[in-house]
């Protein structure tokens, strides 16, 4: 890595692109999986350059998709700028053992956007 380029990563600049680049994250897997939960969070390390992106109450079949979908975004977007986002994607049966208030969250959403597509 050149030197100009570590004194960038070292700036605050920098981080502030990492943030918009996980919301950008956030956005587009939202966009490409809707009617489910998910959550950008930090890493337990406090770590600022790494974010999760959790996806709960995904069916069995489709949890492999969204994964790969993610660390495409991770390589595509992310590795670039030198940080990074971890896929953690969980089924249904799991989600409504450990989070259940997660699958209400989702029914809730999911119902008042039929509701509105009813008055369009």
Not at 42 to 66: K, M, N
Not at 98 to 117: C, G, H, M, T, W
Request: charged content about 30%; aromatic content about 8%.
């Amino acid at each position: 890595m050149s030197e100009t380029k570590e004194k960038a990563h070292e700036t605050q600049g920098v981080r502030m692109k990492a943030k918009d680049i996980f919301k950008e994250v956030l956005r587009k897997v939202c966009g490409a999986f809707p009617g489910y939960l998910l959550q950008d969070e930090p890493l337990p390390s406090g770590s600022e350059q790494t974010r999760i992106i959790s996806v709960y109450g995904v069916p069995p079949a489709r949890v492999g998709e969204i994964k790969r979908f993610i660390q495409d975004l991770d390589w595509t977007l992310c590795m670039p700028a030198d940080c990074g986002v971890l896929a953690h994607v969980v089924d249904e049966e799991t989600t409504a053992e450990y989070y259940p208030e997660f699958l209400r969250i989702v029914a809730s959403v999911n119902n008042q956007k039929e509701k509105q597509n009813d008055w369009i």
